[in-house]
């Protein structure tokens, strides 16, 4: 398969370290181990797998993966943001925003199926890379390994749900303020919460085009909420919220399956 065209660019690529002490492996690699695919796993196997990971990085608006194309590798998002869009023509429809700790698109990696969407790095990012071979086998010789794919594979389809619920249940301008509310409590502990992405991307997450997406702006301006260039500023809680009507679903953090995706 000619992977020229399923990666974008490379600004850093590792090869894989010789097995041998935990303390030969790169500090990237060393953080690894606190990923939830790693938790409870025994330690001569993460050894053995972090000594053949590789890292590569993307430049904002890199492809990572084409739609339609097998993965060769299970990626952990090191740091970054990644997209998950499929693209038909000159119309985009997101499904999720990837953060740092995420894998990615970890069913169709073991399962060798080829990915339904594109992948693009949207900010400068930073991949992981465990070689299949390497992750099947550890499968099958670790039931909690085997486990933790299927608790983050899970937390990944229960955020492919919330957005569903939401395209059912809220109009446009809902989606948007939700949105950006949701946005801005991930940074609660920043002076002036940002909007990450361009409203493009925003657009295509929520399932609307970038001219509606203008038009809900003003709408949830006049509810308590506005986003002033990437600034996303809070007006009236109570009124945004209230505009937005009750979460179509449990609350619950899926942090806890290992899934920090948006």
Known sequence: MDISRSYGPRAESRSPQPSGSRDALPAAFQELRRSRVFEGVEESLVDDL?????????????????????LESLMIISRGLVDLTRIEGVREYGVLLLASGDLLLPAAAIFSEASLVSARALLRTKLCSLGLTNV????????????????????????????????????????????????????????????PIPK?????????????????LQTIAKNGLYLRGHTIMIKDR???????????????DEKALGVFAL
């Open 136 to 195: 099947h086998e550890a499968m099958r010789h670790s039931p909690q390994f085997t486990t933790n794919l299927l608790a983050i594979t899970s937390g990944q389809w229960r955020m492919s749900v919330r957005n569903i619920l939401d395209l059912s249940s809220r109009n446009a301008a809902q989606r948007v303020g939700s949105f950006l509310l949701r946005l801005a409590d991930l940074q609660s502990d920043e002076i002036a919460p940002v909007l």
């Open 200 to 216: 493009r991307h925003l657009a295509a997450r929520l399932g609307i085009t970038a001219e509606t997406l203008s038009r809900m």
């Open 238 to 252: 109570e009124q945004i919220e209230r505009f937005c009507g009750p979460d179509p679903y449990l609350d619950r």
């Open 50 to 70: 972090l000594a053949h990971c590789t890292s590569e990085q993307f430049r904002a608006g890199s492809t990572i993966v084409d739609q339609d194309r097998m």
